[in-house]
């Protein structure tokens, strides 16, 4: 299927454009091919060469997304103890997970400076990140599309299935992920007026517009009637190791 992790990668790696490069490492990852020269060329990249991130918000959403899926299983490879710890929680989210142009990003960096335009973690995604980075001021996407979170794999169990973003498809291609989880996590119950939501849900509230904003969100997915006004409840998350979820 076009924009999933079996695109081809770029032949000869001739092209070295931002996007690509992010798109062939994931798939790199996914087929257990060597990655060096491609996480090498993405290290090497000036600022120049990542302008389009600067201009173009589908481009950034297609390169971030692929850089952090890909960083997920970089670790998960190379550094599994991290996962495992005790302490993985912080271990793993904030381990040197990839290198663009010349700086070293933890997923940490990547889902909250970036992505979600320098969102905290903390707060139930209300409050801005306080270590906000020059890097992450220079690249960070402003606002925070929800559907980013339905888009990123942590490597536990709960999270979604892994796509290869591409720019020209990214609008279709989050909707797709978004309604594959929501029809496959969320739980409706009419009689008792209460829907059941993934627990990044809760995490990320902020991010959605509250719980009017999560249920908006719900109905344009089809998720609950049109005309509901359901109570949320929010599920639980498995954490499992699942290293290797990606769509078919």
Same mark, same amino acid.
């Given at each position: 299927?076009?924009?999933?992790?079996?695109?081809?990668?770029?032949?000869?790696?001739?092209?070295?454009?931002?996007?690509?490069?992010?798109?062939?490492?994931?798939?790199?990852?996914?087929?257990?091919?060597?990655?060096?020269?491609?996480?090498?060329?993405?290290?090497?990249?000036?600022?120049?060469?990542?302008?389009?991130?600067?201009?173009?918000?589908?481009?950034?959403?297609?390169?971030?997304? =692929?850089?952090? =899926?890909?960083?997920?299983?970089?670790?998960?490879?190379?550094?599994?103890?991290?996962?495992?710890?005790?302490?993985?929680?912080?271990?793993?989210?904030?381990?040197?997970?990839?290198?663009?142009?010349?700086?070293?990003?933890?997923?940490?960096?990547?889902? =909250?400076?970036?992505?979600?335009?320098?969102?905290?973690?903390?707060?139930?995604?209300?409050?801005?990140?306080?270590?906000?980075?020059?890097?992450?001021?220079?690249?960070?996407?402003?606002?925070?599309?929800?559907?980013?979170?339905?888009?990123?794999?942590?490597?536990?169990?709960?999270?979604?299935?892994?796509?290869?973003?591409?720019?020209?498809?990214?609008?279709?291609?989050?909707?797709?992920?978004?309604?594959?989880?929501?029809?496959?996590?969320?739980?409706?119950?009419?009689?008792? =007026?209460?829907?059941?939501?993934?627990?990044?849900?809760?995490?990320?509230?902020?991010?959605?517009?509250?719980?009017?904003?999560?249920?908006?969100?719900?109905?344009?997915?089809?998720?609950?009637?049109?005309?509901?006004?359901?109570?949320?409840?929010?599920?639980?998350?498995?954490?499992?190791?699942?290293?290797?979820?990606?769509?078919?």
């Amino acid at each position: 299927m076009a924009g999933q992790a079996t695109a081809t990668p770029s032949a000869g790696g001739s092209d070295t454009s931002p996007t690509a490069l992010a798109r062939d490492l994931l798939v790199a990852c996914k087929r257990g091919d060597s990655t060096a020269s491609l996480r090498a060329t993405l290290a090497a990249l000036d600022d120049s060469a990542l302008r389009p991130l600067r201009e173009d918000r589908r481009t950034a959403l297609a390169f971030w997304l =692929n850089c952090y =899926n890909a960083g997920t299983q970089l670790l998960l490879g190379e550094r599994p103890e991290l996962y495992d710890s005790p302490l993985g929680f912080v271990r793993f989210f904030w381990a040197p997970a990839i290198t663009v142009a010349g700086t070293s990003l933890s997923l940490d960096r990547i889902e =909250n400076g970036l992505l979600r335009g320098g969102r905290s973690k903390y707060g139930l995604g209300y409050l801005p990140k306080l270590l906000v980075s020059t890097f992450e001021q220079r690249y960070r996407l402003s606002g925070c599309d929800p559907r980013v979170h339905f888009a990123l794999n942590c490597g536990a169990e709960s999270c979604p299935a892994i796509r290869a973003y591409e720019p020209e498809q990214i609008d279709r291609q989050l909707d797709l992920a978004t309604r594959s989880y929501l029809e496959a996590t969320v739980a409706y119950d009419a009689d008792e =007026n209460l829907v059941r939501v993934p627990r990044v849900c809760l995490w990320f509230r902020g991010d959605f517009g509250g719980a009017s904003g999560i249920r908006a969100f719900l109905r344009e997915y089809d998720a609950i009637p049109a005309d509901s006004t359901p109570k949320i409840r929010y599920l639980s998350w498995d954490w499992t190791k699942a290293t290797g979820k990606f769509v078919e």
